[in-house]
């Protein structure tokens, strides 16, 4: 199919049904998305191709901005003061632990070249806050859990950004050899972080200063999906990261907004087309093909991440004293990833193109597996946690 309006008709309805279906049997309707793309992929019926998909990026540019944007918007810090202490060991363990373990597992075990096992195993600590915001909105979650998974997921995506720029210039000056400057890379890396940041505060603060201005919701929600593109074109043009951009554009609203939920709450008119597009694009970009060459090395990856990713939230969780719930459901549920990886992965096709082609098998074999089960974990430990708003309301 190369007729685009005629596929994103095929997305958006046959997503849509699959997500009813999928609710229906207690599953998330993300991971419905996922599927649904997926039987469109080149890897079972090609009705997506990859020039088609190439052609629908914006659909995935705006999509992964709102929900950065969304992320940010729920990290207000009057709100989560109680439950800093949890999300900041939570994503430091998670960092540390699953960096060390696909580290080691690729270098030692998979016996993968330096480079290439540093960006696997920075790239491995990104998590995934698309089918994390998807699940907690399908099930109006609302506690503990809920609000330390939501900080964790956007720390541990921001400590992820931070710890590729600094990895990215190891891995520069290594494949250079002794004509690299080091200093030279770290100097990049701090511009464009900097950089991101200020960009983030900047168009924040602007938000704030246009919203009293603006009380239609038509006319908010234009303001909103604008600067969200402008952020992630400026990004795109100078070298920024366009994820951590809208993140802090959107912790900067909540912060300094008087009311930030209603500020956002225009974004709900969108949401569930924009998540249908999105995830649906998002399936339809794995590829089972990669999944099956690169099965080994995939293999060691996943089991290492996971155990990272579980070990390293359930220890920071268990130094910082948080709640029983959180310390037994967090870990699991922030197993997730593809946004945030897909965007480093295109970093470093464009940085090391000679070494990018086996982290993108490996990592997009990860992602196909990752982000079908992620999701259905993710919901089980709400529901187990006590947190399904939608559920409870039903046995009511």
């Known amino acids: ?26 599953l998330p309707g993300v991971t419905a998305y996922i599927l649904f793309g997926l ?28 929900i950065a944007l969304i992320v940010g918007g729920e990290l207000k810090l009057q709100h989560i003061r109680h439950l800093r202490r949890s999300i900041f ?14 580290f080691c597992s690729m270098y030692l075990f998979a016996r993968l070249p330096f480079p290439i096992a540093l960006l696997l195993g920075v790239t491995a600590t990104a998590t995934a806050p698309a089918p994390v915001i998807a699940v907690i909105k399908e099930l109006r979650a609302g506690g503990p859990l809920t609000s330390t998974m939501l900080g964790s997921v956007a720390v541990a995506d ?5 710890l590729f720029g600094v990895v990215s210039a190891v891995v520069a000056t290594s494949l250079a050899g002794a004509s690299a400057s080091l200093f030279r890379a770290f100097v990049f890396t701090a511009q464009e972080l900097l950089g991101s940041l200020l960009l983030g505060v900047l168009s924040g603060v602007a938000l704030v200063l246009f919203a009293g201005k603006y009380k239609d919701k038509n006319q908010r929600l234009l303001l909103l ?14 070298h920024f990261s366009a994820l951590l951009v809208n993140l802090i554009c959107g912790i900067t609203v909540a912060n300094l907004h008087k009311q930030p939920h209603h500020f956002f709450s225009v974004l709900e008119v969108i949401e569930t087309l924009l998540f249908i ?4 694009l998002a399936g ?38 948080a709640d029983g719930v959180v310390r037994r459901y967090l870990g699991r549920s922030l197993l997730s990833k593809a946004g945030v990886t897909i965007g480093l992965v295109l970093l470093i096709q464009s940085r090391f193109p000679e070494i990018a082609a086996v982290v993108t098998a490996v990592e997009l074999s990860a992602i196909t597996a990752f982000e079908l089960v992620g999701p259905v974990i993710t919901r089980n430990s709400l529901i187990r946690a006590g947190e399904a708003g939608n559920l409870l309301e039903r046995q009511i």
């Open 158 to 162: 921001a400590m992820a950004i931070l």
């Open 1 to 26: 199919m190369t007729n685009q309006p005629l596929a994103v008709a095929v997305m958006l309805l046959g997503g849509f049904f699959a997500g009813i279906l999928f609710r229906r049997l207690r």
């Open 284 to 321: 339809a970009s794995l590829r089972l093909d990669t999944l099956v060459a690169n099965w080994p090395v995939a293999l060691v990856y996943i089991v290492a991440r996971t155990t990272g990713v579980i070990s390293g939230v359930t220890a920071g969780t268990f130094l910082s004293g």
């Open 225 to 238: 999906l604008a600067v969200i593109l402008l952020n992630s074109g400026i990004s795109q043009a100078v």
């Open 89 to 102: 060991y939570a994503t430091a363990g998670l960092s540390v632990m699953t960096f060390s373990l696909v």
């Open 39 to 66: 039987l469109l992929s080149p890897s079972v019926f090609n009705i997506i191709p990859p020039a088609l998909d190439k052609e629908l990026a914006l659909i995935k540019t705006l999509g992964l901005g709102v």
């Open 277 to 280: 597009a999105f995830f649906t």
